[in-house]
DNA sequence: TAGATTGTTAATCGATTAACAATC
DNA sequence: TAGATTGTTAATCGATTAACAATC
């Protein structure tokens, strides 16, 4: 049962929300109709207070003893993350990330749906790549702001990546998913969510240290 | 001067010691001999405090006044974040992700060296990207453990992600960067460090969500 | 009923931020 | 010296975890 009590959740908390989705399919399609927080937990290797807990933020309401309605915490979670109505973006950088993030069709499940790239290379301008045209980045002004899309994704060179930005901004981006290794500078009502490759190996490097240190 | 007090640092410090690199490099171009943590701060919109307080966990000295040494600095980071002998890695998964890592050659000087890849594509089996050659995954377990490789680079589709893991534990692999969106099942003593997009995704959702219902 | 699992309230933990004496 | 910036110690903040009454 739905509730109207949907806080503002926590980064963390929405960071693993999809993670439960994907439990939460996984359970739907072997024919269950509920899981207890328990159950996801073990999935993922988390705490089930834990789970409970980023479910509340949702505003679903289990049942004690049984635990949450497979379905109802599927459609919760979907229109919580706003995967129901999937928002347009576009690519700006074709090259092989960018490539690979249109080969993605996970997204269209996630609620991004990738409706065109742009690219400077006249080679792949005009071309399709998993059935996303490719445009020349001068027409990134004039298409976006015609089609109003809201959701940029940045995977063009760090050196160009800034004025790309500006571009996109004037065009009337609102968020931008950056795959570059550049801090943009943006107007203080864009929304920037880097994806930071460099933090992410930091993390693993530092990991693996510690753990020859500690076995040797 | 460096200092033997090195904390075991929190894994936030570790993820933001590479964009404190990112701004010394640029500071040291520019021929500045030293910097605040207030400058490194404002470059990257950041509070000073917390500047100090992660170099702080490296064993780095300050001096009040003057702030620390660019080169000094630089050094500490890098031998810090292991980057000054770079590691050898190899890539699973020669696709339009693997592509693009194996491109990345921004990689060369933050620690990683990618040595090799592997595909199960004959096509692309033989060739070279960006000078790194592709072997087949059959021969991944016995070259990989030949040449005693410990970090793996994750970038095969998820359907055989887990089969693809379980060979490269067995070749002895100590680390593995995962970009697919399957939770690997490995020893408790393997190191994973997942690139979850579908995460990353989900804030960027969530802020545009927060950010069009307080503007509407 | 008994017991499994929930939601809530409180405790703990760890990271960030503030305050400020030390210092060149 | 005066003042900018450090390193340290304490306070705050927010997320995680624990405890437990409520409930079907």
Chains 1, 2 share one sequence.
Do not use: C
């Not at 996984?26 to 999935?43: L, R």
């Amino acid at each position: 049962m739905t509730n109207e009590s949907q806080k503002t959740p926590s980064i963390p908390t929405v960071r693993r929300l999809p993670s439960y989705l994907s439990v939460l399919r996984d359970a739907q399609k072997q024919g269950m109709a509920t899981v207890s927080s328990s159950y996801i937990a073990k999935k993922l290797k988390l705490e089930s207070i834990q789970v409970r807990k980023d479910i509340s933020s949702t505003g679903l309401i289990g049942q004690p003893r049984i635990g949450f309605s497979v379905p109802e915490l599927i459609d919760v979670i979907e229109s919580f993350l706003g995967y129901k109505n999937a928002k347009d973006a576009f690519i700006a950088g074709a090259g092989h990330l960018g490539s690979a993030l249109m080969g993605y069709s996970g997204f269209k499940g996630y609620g991004l749906n990738i409706v065109l790239a742009f690219d400077v290379d006249s080679q792949k301008v005009g071309t399709k790549v998993d059935g996303i045209e490719i445009f020349h980045l001068d027409k990134l002004e004039d298409l976006v702001s015609r089609l109003r899309i809201n959701i940029a994704i940045l995977t063009v060179p760090d050196a160009v990546a800034q004025n790309v930005t500006d571009v996109m901004v004037k065009a009337g981006v609102r968020a931008i998913w950056n795959f570059t290794s550049v801090k943009l500078s943006v107007p203080d009502d864009i929304i920037v969510e880097r994806v930071d490759l460099v933090a992410s190996l930091a993390t693993l490097s530092s990991k693996l240290k510690q753990s020859i240190l500690s076995n040797e």
